[in-house]
């Protein structure tokens, strides 16, 4: 009941008036399903009796048999009766199908869309203690698993059960309860053999969950490190992660496998345990054959769909139990809280994006920043930063001395323990200060992010509204791009996607750094971003960017002092600060 409660907060009303209209045709299937096994009483005992078809007063209510010329012409009626029957049956069966498909793949879908949309609201922290491999074993894997193992077989669970109930009811109404009695002992020999196996499938389940996060992560490792593993020549030790991973998957997923046929099979053995028995009670009490076989007609019509419908029931729950691991995880990243706002966002109203604009007049302050991760030791301590507008700083350091934490703090990717920035003595606190602020800046590092698409929309990311192809050729210029992209086909139209990998990590490099020039923003920030360079085209770029001094305010971040030599101030990170070196 917990499940489905859950299942129910994610639908919106337009979905659960959907799925209220699933429930109702699955309702109508069962009916029709009775209607069908209830309609082979009266044919099985006009083949058998034909004199005492009239004896059914239901039937002999609306057919008036005498009138019938001949006894063919009563067979062809209940022959296509029961055709009939079942064609609207078999009709009713495919349509609640298709919707109940529609709506368990448009709920993945909604599920995909929101939990990827709340994830990127998150803070840059999020992702580094999260780990990606994890949050995408949720945003894919769990997603997934979530409408195949439980969105799916709640509705298969229900159809069932009504149809269940539907037969039951009937065999009741039909008068055949003493027979009835004898299905008692399936339904508790079956309840047993679940209990059991739950608690089987539960372990399993938590192990799945592991297995798939250790595999996304070892193939984020694998993309990250290919160059390492090809030159060392050394996969023995990757292998056999994967290996151990993937072999235990093997195994979950065999014995998962095993154990949901297990209710079909016990079924289908004790049904033919309940038809030795009914044969046999019958033949004793001394019924004639006639009847035993009447009977036994409607128990096998009755048990062509009850053993299924059980059977149905019994694997649904079993999916359920195999996939609940899942729920709090979905549950956890679909009720995250906006820690982040974007430009395209509703969150601004008409004409707030302008009107609320941060100005950047004098200067951008650090003070007494502070920053660890959780149960780490600090990184950054007491650090004070005073950037005024149009200077051109430049920061170096030690590898690990914490540069990169540094650009976190001062573009507000992360939020500093103590301490606090301030631009022109306004302290950035809300969403808002913190996505205005952020729109002043623009970096680029030495990982480079590419877009799938072609190099002049790697240039504008996104700005697609008034593109400025003079402000594009600038970039290029700027970026030293423009023999490559002579040489190229398409010039800027040419996809990335398609040339991705012959792509140069320099060439990677300057598109990225021809962004930065286009996108304008007031503040720009090297991260290493020249050092996959040559040395020509590194010197013409920091030679380019020193134009731009007394028109933005530029922080080199870069181990090359030959880079820094153009600043005002250069600054070291050593001992958790920032002295001046110059």
């Given at each position: 009941m917990k499940i489905f409660i859950n299942f129910w907060k994610f639908l919106d009303n337009k979905e659960k008036s959907f799925f209220i209209i699933i429930i109702f045709f699955s309702i109508i299937q069962a009916l029709l399903e009775l209607i069908g096994i209830a309609a082979v009483i009266p044919f099985v005992t006009y083949l058998l009796k034909p004199d005492t078809i009239t004896n059914i007063e239901f039937l002999s209510n609306y057919i008036d048999f005498k009138e019938i010329s001949s006894k063919q012409n009563i067979i062809l009626i209940f022959c296509l009766l029961l055709f009939l029957i079942f064609l609207i049956k078999n009709l009713a069966i495919v349509f609640t199908n298709n919707l109940s498909y529609k709506f368990i793949y448009s709920i993945r879908t909604k599920l995909y869309k929101e939990i990827l949309r709340k994830i990127l609201h998150q803070e840059y922290l999020f992702f580094v203690q999260k780990g990606m491999s994890k949050i995408f074993n949720v945003t894919f894997s769990e997603v997934n698993n979530y409408a195949a193992n439980i969105i799916r077989p709640i509705i298969n669970f229900i159809t069932e059960f009504l149809i269940t109930f539907a037969i039951i009811l009937l065999?009741?109404?039909?008068g055949f309860i003493d027979e009835l009695i004898l299905i008692i002992p399936i339904i508790i020999v079956a309840a047993l053999i679940l209990k059991k196996i739950n608690k089987s499938i539960k372990k399993w389940s938590k192990s799945r969950i592991f297995n798939n996060e250790n595999i996304f992560n070892l193939n984020f490792s694998l993309v990250n490190g290919i160059k390492e593993i090809l030159i060392y020549g050394n996969i023995k030790k990757i292998l056999e992660n994967f290996n151990k991973s993937l072999n235990s998957l093997e195994k979950i997923d065999a014995k998962n496998a095993v154990v949901v046929t297990i209710p079909r099979v016990l079924l289908e053995q004790f049904i033919i345990l309940v038809f030795?028995?009914?044969?046999?009670?019958?033949?004793?009490?001394?019924?004639?054959?006639?009847?035993?076989?009447?009977?036994?007609?409607?128990?096998?019509?009755?048990?062509?769909?009850?053993?299924?419908?059980?059977?149905?029931?019994?694997?649904?729950?079993?999916?359920?139990?195999?996939?609940?691991?899942?729920?709090?995880?979905?549950?956890?990243?679909?009720?995250?809280?906006?820690?982040?706002?974007?430009?395209?966002?509703?969150?601004?109203?008409?004409?707030?994006?302008?009107?609320?604009?941060?100005?950047?007049?004098?200067?951008?302050?650090?003070?007494?920043?502070?920053?660890?991760?959780?149960?780490?030791?600090?990184?950054?301590?007491?650090?004070?930063?005073?950037?005024?507008?149009?200077?051109?700083?430049?920061?170096?350091?030690?590898?690990?001395?914490?540069?990169?934490?540094?650009?976190?703090?001062?573009?507000?990717?992360?939020?500093p323990n103590n301490g606090k920035l301030?631009?022109?003595?306004?302290?950035?606190?809300?969403?808002?200060?913190?996505?205005?602020?952020?729109?002043?800046?623009?970096?680029?590092?030495?990982?480079?992010?590419?877009?799938?698409?072609?190099?002049?929309?790697?240039?504008?990311?996104?700005?697609?509204?008034?593109?400025?192809?003079?402000?594009?050729?600038?970039?290029?210029?700027?970026?030293?791009?423009?023999?490559?992209?002579?040489?190229?086909?398409?010039?800027?139209?040419?996809?990335?996607?398609?040339?991705?990998?012959?792509?140069?990590s320099g060439q990677k490099q300057r598109i990225a750094i021809a962004r930065a020039f286009y996108l304008d923003k007031e503040i720009i920030i090297f991260d290493e971003a020249t050092n996959a360079l040559d040395e020509e085209n590194e010197r013409k770029i920091m030679k380019n960017l020193s134009e731009l001094k007394s028109k933005k305010t530029i922080i080199i971040i870069s181990h090359n002092k030959k880079n820094l030599e153009m600043c005002d101030k250069i600054f070291e990170l050593q001992n958790k600060s920032l002295k001046q070196i110059n």
């Open positions: 065999i009741i109404i039909s030795v028995s009914i044969i046999l009670s019958m033949h004793y009490a001394g019924k004639s054959s006639d009847n035993v076989i009447i009977i036994l007609s409607f128990y096998l019509a009755a048990a062509y769909r009850l053993v299924p419908s059980i059977n149905k029931i019994f694997v649904s729950y079993q999916q359920i139990k195999f996939g609940k691991p899942s729920q709090p995880l979905i549950n956890e990243y679909y009720n995250l809280e906006n820690k982040n706002i974007f430009n395209d966002d509703n969150y601004f109203k008409k004409d707030e994006k302008t009107s609320n604009k941060l100005i950047f007049d004098k200067e951008i302050k650090l003070q007494g920043i502070s920053f660890s991760f959780v149960n780490n030791n600090s990184i950054l301590d007491n650090l004070n930063l005073s950037i005024n507008k149009f200077d051109l700083i430049g920061i170096t350091g030690e590898s690990g001395s914490g540069k990169s934490t540094f650009v976190n703090i001062i573009t507000r990717l992360i939020k301030l631009i022109d003595g306004k302290k950035i606190e809300s969403l808002q200060d913190v996505r205005n602020y952020q729109n002043l800046f623009n970096i680029t590092s030495q990982d480079t992010f590419l877009l799938n698409g072609s190099i002049k929309e790697n240039i504008v990311f996104g700005n697609n509204t008034e593109i400025s192809l003079e402000r594009i050729k600038e970039s290029i210029k700027f970026a030293c791009l423009d023999k490559m992209i002579d040489e190229l086909p398409n010039g800027i139209d040419t996809d990335i996607g398609l040339t991705f990998k012959k792509l140069s």
